[in-house]
């Protein structure tokens, strides 16, 4: 069973930073992709950024490009999601998922979320 467990959420500024964490289990994470989804109050659950296994290939909603910067780290098993310049807008859950294929991306494992809150 795959399992993948999100850190890093929590409480900031406008205009401040937020590193998330996603640990995946198992011995073949290089070869998946990754990706990062957030879900606010009363929305829809939205595409952030995904990765491609190797890592050379990402991509970015528009909303967080050139803000967020997404990247994984193969000994750790882990993909992380560099927050910067923060908006209230970004206040949503946030969760990472992984794919057998970076396109289409389509998560088949979740983790259970961490909480971003960006005070304004």
């Known amino acids: 069973q795959v399992q993948l467990v999100e850190s890093g959420g929590g409480l900031v500024q406008a205009g401040g930073s937020l590193r998330l964490a996603c640990t995946v289990s198992g011995r073949t994470f290089s070869l998946y992709a990754m990706g990062w989804f957030r879900q606010a109050p009363g929305k829809e659950r939205e595409f952030v950024a995904r990765?491609?296994?190797?890592?050379?290939?990402?991509a970015y909603a528009d909303s967080v490009k050139g803000r967020f910067t997404i990247s994984r780290d193969t000994a750790k098993n882990t993909v992380f999601l560099q927050m910067n310049t923060l908006k209230p807008e970004d206040t949503a859950v946030y969760y990472c998922s992984r794919s057998d294929t970076y396109f289409p991306f389509v998560p088949k494992y979740w983790g259970q979320g961490t909480s971003v809150t960006v005070s304004s």
């Open positions: 990765i491609s296994g190797s890592g050379g290939v990402t």
